[in-house]
């Protein structure tokens, strides 16, 4: 799913384009037990708790594509009679009114997902009556050819609210708080079966992770059995095996400097594309080459892509790139570079060792103070700084 199809269910999370027909819960608590479960209709729900559960649906369709949402597809055996899938599709066909699937579905819950603490499960049945679209992309709501029925699983920690005093309006007079259990907004989900080409795609689905360090890989493979993608994390620690191991020991600044320009302005034409920019083995070598790597380092590149990240991989550009910042450290010192002007640094030798040279003839501050240079020019003819004066 791309950043549009994404947008386009999300927006029915609303009173206005609610298509979800039924709810169902459950709250576990620290010790893996079903405290409370419930199934509702969605409309018979009081308006004040549908606003708050349109926020939970909208944040679990939230972040980036690639790196909070990832795009999964169900290997064939995953497919087969008594796989995930099917599970999963018993679970969509029944619209969550059979109680054994249901306890079914939060039993695997349970015991996959790792949490210490309190947690509330959330799923829900939705369908969606697609609009056609004519050529100029307007929607058409009278010609509809298609209904997507879904899930969408959100699960929530609950938390205690913090301790403090509050004001009684009702005695008028100020008092201990009374704690309570917050559900927050979720920790994982899924939505089931993907959206993809404005269309139910059976094959595929869509998962949400708040951390993209923290995919949870068994409840993906166990309660989902789909193909876990790369995590953005890996992505980048991959991509910074690849570069080291092209570049060798004499890897120098101005070059890996270069290769993140050169990513950075890919990143930035393809920004307004639905479809995030992945880069396979192919385009990876094309940037290195036009980054100025050298040929002789390039004569290994195909080897290194393949043994960090395999042969038919590819990394997504906002994944390994950092559009932000630009961070250069030693064992001692961090100096952080706007991306557009790492230029203002370079690498030069200066009494046989290798120094990071920076400009400071514009403003400067120090620990939160302003301060200017004070140059003087010496016999020699070269500018020397002399001074910091506190302005």
Same mark, same amino acid.
């Given at each position: 799913? %791309? ?7 999300? =927006? ?5 384009n609610?298509a ?23 409309l ?13 649906? $909208? ?7 690639? =790196?909070?949402?990832?795009? #999964?597809?169900? /290997? ?12 999963l ?5 029944s ?23 309190? &947690? ?6 939705? #369908? &969606?009556?697609?609009?056609?679209k ?27 609210s913090?301790?403090?005093? &509050?004001?009684?309006?009702q005695? +008028?007079?100020?008092?201990?708080r ?11 989900g ?6 993809n080409d404005?269309?139910t795609?059976l094959?595929? #689905?869509?998962?949400?992770? $708040? ?8 409840? @993906?493979?166990?309660l989902?059995?789909?193909? #876990?993608?790369?995590s953005?994390?890996?992505? $980048?620690?991959?991509f910074?095996?690849?570069i080291?191991?092209?570049?060798g020991e ?12 050169t990513?950075?302005?890919? @990143? ?16 990876? =070598?094309? @940037? ?5 790597v ?5 004569? +290994?590149?195909d080897? %290194?892509?393949?043994? +960090?990240a395999?042969?038919?991989?590819a ?32 690498t ?5 060792r290798?120094?990071?040279?920076? /400009?400071v003839?514009?403003h400067?501050?120090v +620990? ?5 240079? @004070? ?14 004066t506190e302005?």
């Open positions: 799913m %791309n950043k549009k199809e994404i947008l386009e269910i999300r =927006k029915q999370f609303t009173p206005a609610c979800i027909t039924r709810i169902c819960g459950c709250y576990v608590d620290h010790e893996k037990n079903k405290k409370l479960e419930s199934k509702d209709a969605f018979s729900l009081p308006e004040e708790e549908t606003f708050k559960y349109f926020d939970i649906f $909208k944040k679990t369709l939230s972040g980036t594509v690639g =790196k909070n949402m990832l795009n #999964m597809e169900f /290997p064939l055996e995953a497919e087969m009679p008594g796989g995930t899938q099917e599970f599709l018993k679970l969509r066909d619209r969550l009114e059979d109680d054994m699937l249901l306890e079914e579905f939060y039993d695997k819950v349970i015991a996959t997902y790792e949490y210490a603490e309190n &947690y509330y499960i959330i799923l829900i049945h939705a #369908m &969606y009556d697609i609009p056609g004519s050529s100029d992309d307007i929607e058409m709501f009278d010609a509809s050819d298609e209904v997507y029925e879904y899930l969408l699983m959100s699960i929530c920690p609950v938390s205690l913090k301790a403090g005093l &509050y004001y009684n309006a005695d +008028n007079r100020i008092e201990d009374v704690r309570d259990w917050i559900v927050d907004m979720p920790d994982k899924f939505l089931f079966p993907a959206f404005r269309s795609d094959h595929s #689905m869509l998962y949400y992770t $708040k951390k993209s360090s923290e995919l949870q890989p068994e409840l @993906i493979d166990q989902l059995g789909a193909k #876990m993608p790369m953005a994390d890996d992505q $980048k620690e991959t910074q095996m690849i080291e191991d092209t570049l004499d890897g120098d600044y101005e070059t890996v400097r270069s290769i993140h320009e990513l950075n302005d890919l @990143i930035e034409e393809h920004k307004e594309e639905p479809e995030p920019l992945a880069l396979d083995k192919t385009e990876m =070598k094309k @940037i290195f080459e036009q980054s100025g050298d040929a002789e380092k390039m004569e +290994n590149f080897r %290194n892509f393949e043994e +960090n395999g042969e038919k991989a990394l997504l550009a906002t994944n390994i790139a950092d559009t932000r910042k630009f961070n250069i450290e030693t064992p001692d010192i961090i100096i952080k570079v706007n991306p557009d002007r790492a230029d203002l640094v370079e030069r030798v200066i009494d046989g290798q120094c990071l040279v920076i /400009p003839d514009d400067i501050e +620990n939160g103070i302003n301060v200017r240079t @004070i140059r003087k020019r010496e016999s020699g003819g070269s500018d020397t700084i002399t001074d910091f302005e």
